[in-house]
């Protein structure tokens, strides 16, 4: 049964330990909420080393309720209140740099010339205002400007991309409210000064890289005249493409373009392949032309040494000389014959013998030139019913035969 409900007997005792619901009489009643904070406020200023805010537990609830113990109270809390808060301030002043940032530090609106160096850093939180910037990466952005007029009055569609990278972290955080928007607004102005000092023909097609590179530079002195701390790394023009009326005719001028510069490309290779071809031919035939110029010397120096030497034995003995020289003639023109003329005795005929038909037939000597005495002697008697005349002229004839020698004087 609960220990308020009526018939408990008179034991109805609340859970404070008191009879009756009562805060008074023989027992304990409920701790009350001053003594409480008393306690605590004692236990506060002996940790802070402070006087204890009451003189003893017979002092009942005046001494809870004088304002000693209110004050001391507020006082002890405040200190903690204020040593925690001193060391979250403090641990709040602690931050890292990147090994990529630099931090650029203000100090009551005032900006500190030296910067923030990668590593673990310390400043005064709510006084100094640290900002951290990456100097090492290498941003990029995209512009495309539509409708841009040329200097020959026509109208294209560029695309650029530009890398930067922020130089000064000083610069970029303090000079200018936006450095962002003031990069984009410049890109877009010297995007459209460099095409419009330029033809549309050399924009499309050869002139395309001088125009990142006049971008690039009339870029880079709008950001130093702004003083954004902002390096221009490079500059790419994308695409660049003509009106859409007048497209078509731009891409065959393109392709024929290409078709040029393949064709030169097929030209060169061919240069390349012949041309080594030629001068080796070339080499070649002055060489052999060296040879056969060496040849005909060292003959001509052999013939005229030999007619020295024919001189010299002609002046000897001239008729012995000249006939020998005669007969000699005779022989190496009449060996490279396989026709022989032989002379007859008594009469100024000649008789021909064709010998390369006889040959030719394999009835003399099986058809090969006769080479020893016996093979001139069987070719004379085979030859023998052609001879017409007497009889010494045929033994005459023979014998010459025999001789393989041909005709004689």
Same mark, same amino acid.
Request: zero cysteines.
């Given at each position: 049964?609960?220990?308020?409900?009526?018939?408990?007997?008179?034991?109805?005792?609340?859970?404070?330990?008191?009879?009756?619901?009562?805060?008074?009489?023989?027992?304990?009643?409920?701790?009350?909420?001053?003594?409480?904070?008393?306690?605590?406020?004692?236990?506060?200023?002996?940790?802070?080393?402070?006087?204890?805010?009451?003189?003893?537990?017979?002092?009942?609830?005046?001494?809870?309720?004088?304002?000693?113990?209110?004050?001391?109270?507020?006082?002890?809390?405040?200190?903690?209140?204020?040593?925690?808060?001193?060391?979250?301030?403090?641990?709040?002043?602690?931050?890292?740099?990147?090994?990529?940032?630099?931090?650029?530090?203000?100090?009551?609106?005032?900006?500190?010339?030296?910067?923030?160096?990668?590593?673990?850093?310390?400043?005064?939180?709510?006084?100094?205002?640290?900002?951290?910037?990456?100097?090492?990466?290498?941003?990029?952005?995209?512009?495309?400007?539509?409708?841009?007029?040329?200097?020959?009055?026509?109208?294209?569609?560029?695309?650029?991309?530009?890398?930067?990278?922020?130089?000064?972290?000083?610069?970029?955080?303090?000079?200018?409210?936006?450095?962002?928007?003031?990069?984009?607004?410049?890109?877009?102005?010297?995007?459209?000064?460099?095409?419009?000092?330029?033809?549309?023909?050399?924009?499309?097609?050869?002139?395309?890289?001088?125009?990142?590179?006049?971008?690039?530079?009339?870029?880079?002195?709008?950001?130093?005249?702004?003083?954004?701390?902002?390096?221009?790394?490079?500059?790419?023009?994308?695409?660049?493409?003509?009106?859409?009326?007048?497209?078509?005719?731009?891409?065959?001028?393109?392709?024929?373009?290409?078709?040029? %510069? *393949?064709?030169?490309?097929? =030209?060169?290779? +061919?240069?390349?392949? $012949? /041309?080594?071809? !030629?001068? &080796?031919? @070339? %080499? *070649?035939?002055?060489?052999? =032309?060296?040879? +056969?110029?060496?040849? $005909? /010397?060292?003959? !001509?120096? &052999?013939? @005229?040494? *030999?007619?020295?030497?024919?001189?010299?034995? +002609?002046?000897?003995?001239?008729?012995?000389?000249?006939?020998?020289?005669?007969?000699?003639?005779?022989?190496?023109?009449?060996?490279?014959?396989?026709?022989?003329?032989?002379?007859?005795?008594?009469?100024?005929?000649?008789?021909?013998?064709?010998?390369?038909?006889?040959?030719?037939?394999?009835?003399?000597?099986?058809?090969?030139?006769?080479?020893?005495?016996?093979?001139?002697?069987?070719?004379?008697?085979?030859?023998?019913?052609?001879?017409?005349?007497?009889?010494?002229?045929?033994?005459?004839?023979?014998?010459?035969?025999?001789?393989?020698?041909?005709?004689?004087?």
């Amino acid at each position: 049964m609960a220990w308020n409900e009526p018939g408990n007997n008179g034991n109805e005792k609340d859970p404070w330990g008191g009879e009756g619901g009562r805060r008074g009489g023989g027992d304990q009643g409920p701790p009350d909420i001053d003594e409480v904070i008393r306690k605590i406020t004692k236990k506060f200023n002996g940790l802070l080393g402070g006087k204890s805010g009451g003189s003893g537990s017979g002092s009942g609830s005046g001494s809870s309720g004088s304002p000693m113990g209110s004050g001391g109270l507020t006082g002890g809390m405040l200190v903690g209140l204020v040593l925690v808060a001193s060391v979250v301030w403090g641990f709040m002043g602690f931050y890292t740099v990147d090994q990529a940032e630099q931090g650029v530090v203000m100090r009551f609106g005032k900006v500190i010339d030296q910067v923030v160096q990668p590593g673990l850093h310390w400043n005064p939180p709510l006084i100094d205002e640290v900002t951290l910037v990456n100097v090492q990466e290498l941003n990029t952005e995209t512009y495309s400007s539509r409708a841009t007029l040329t200097t020959d009055e026509n109208i294209i569609d560029i695309a650029v991309t530009v890398q930067y990278l922020i130089q000064d972290p000083v610069k970029f955080v303090i000079e200018v409210a936006n450095p962002k928007l003031s990069l984009d607004n410049s890109a877009e102005s010297a995007i459209r000064h460099v095409v419009g000092g330029n033809s549309m023909e050399q924009i499309l097609t050869t002139g395309r890289d001088l125009v990142a590179v006049d971008v690039k530079e009339r870029l880079q002195n709008y950001m130093d005249a702004y003083e954004t701390g902002i390096f221009i790394s490079q500059v790419n023009v994308e695409n660049t493409q003509p009106p859409d009326n007048v497209r078509p005719a731009f891409d065959d001028v393109i392709r024929a373009r290409e078709d040029e %510069q *393949r064709a030169q490309n097929e =030209a060169q290779q +061919y240069s390349n392949r $012949v /041309i080594p071809n !030629a001068r &080796g031919e @070339a %080499q *070649r035939q002055i060489e052999q =032309a060296n040879a +056969y110029k060496e040849q $005909v /010397i060292a003959r !001509a120096e &052999g013939d @005229a040494s *030999r007619f020295d030497q024919l001189l010299t034995e +002609y002046a000897k003995a001239p008729e012995v000389t000249r006939q020998r020289m005669y007969i000699d003639s005779l022989q190496d023109v009449l060996t490279a014959s396989s026709k022989i003329m032989v002379d007859v005795d008594g009469g100024n005929n000649m008789l021909y013998l064709p010998l390369d038909k006889m040959m030719g037939q394999g009835s003399v000597t099986g058809g090969s030139r006769p080479n020893s005495a016996q093979e001139w002697r069987a070719l004379a008697n085979e030859l023998e019913p052609y001879l017409s005349g007497s009889s010494s002229a045929s033994s005459v004839d023979r014998s010459r035969l025999t001789s393989g020698r041909g005709a004689r004087p």
